[in-house]
T-cell receptor
Framework: EAGVTQFPSHSVIEKGQTVTLRCDPI?????LYWYRRVMGKEIKFLLH????????ESGMPNNRFLAERTGGTYSTLKVQPAELEDSGVYFC???????????FGPGTRLTVL | GENVEQHPSTLSVQEGDSAVIKCTYS??????FPWYKQELGKGPQLIID?????GEKKDQRIAVTLNKTAKHFSLHITETQPEDSAVYFC?????????????FGKGTLLTVNP
């Protein structure tokens, strides 16, 4: 089966611009998670979808971040406007079982200049 | 909330030696403990996991042990090979119901020298 895919693999933008990251989970996986790793720090949870519904968005840093999962398939994470501290690697993971960590995608490296 | 501490941050071993990475967690309600391996340019890949009703789990050269009383768990890699070189992350989760999200340690860079 195809794994979790993320697009783009890298994105370099200037402060104040908007960026949209996309995640395509493994087909049939209802659970979709977003995580972020800021340079030198641990991977941190952002939010969790079950199908198209946000189950937990307690990790979202602020209202500049907007995640959607239309139709319960792929998901997008929009950052608007981007700030320097948003730089990092954004990972998406998907799973069928809510009690497991899921399969991770390769990540999107975001650099805000 | 949950806090996971991971040690060491870097580990260098000779090929064929064993490597041990240790993690502690703070929330006694955590019941699922996965370990991930991340190679350069790739996402974290699950290599082994353990649940709180088990004390030890082994898969070929990799084993994980869990001490619920002390709230710590460890990854053991035996007969290390150069391809084991990567960053390893431990994580903890309260699996089940609405408790699913992973709290990660900061990672351990393992280098296996040929």
């Amino acid at each position: 089966e195809a794994g979790v895919t993320q697009f783009p693999s890298h994105s370099v933008i200037e402060k104040g611009q908007t960026v949209t990251l996309r995640c395509d989970p493994i087909s049939g996986h209802d659970n979709l998670y977003w995580y972020r790793r800021v340079m030198g720090k641990e991977i941190k949870f952002l939010l969790h979808f079950v199908k198209e519904s946000k189950q937990d968005e307690s990790g979202m840093p602020n209202n500049r971040f907007l995640a959607e999962r239309t139709g319960g398939t792929y998901s997008t994470l929009k950052v608007q406007p981007a700030e320097l501290e948003d730089s990092g690697v954004y990972f998406c993971a998907s799973s069928q079982d809510m009690g497991t960590g899921g399969v991770f995608g390769p990540g999107t490296r975001l650099t805000v200049l | 909330g949950e806090n996971v501490e991971q040690h060491p941050s870097t580990l260098s071993v000779q090929e064929g030696d064993s490597a041990v990475i240790k993690c502690t967690y703070s929330d006694s309600a955590s019941n699922y403990f996965p370990w991930y391996k991340q190679e350069l340019g790739k996402g974290p890949q699950l290599i082994i996991d353990i649940r709180s009703n088990v004390g030890e789990k082994k898969d070929q050269r990799i084993a994980v042990t869990l001490n619920k009383t002390a709230k710590h768990f460890s990854l053991h890699i035996t007969e290390t090979q150069p391809e084991d070189s990567a960053v390893y992350f431990c994580a903890a989760s309260k699996g089940g119901g609405s408790n699913y999200k992973l709290t990660f340690g900061k990672g351990t860079l393992l280098t296996v020298n040929p």
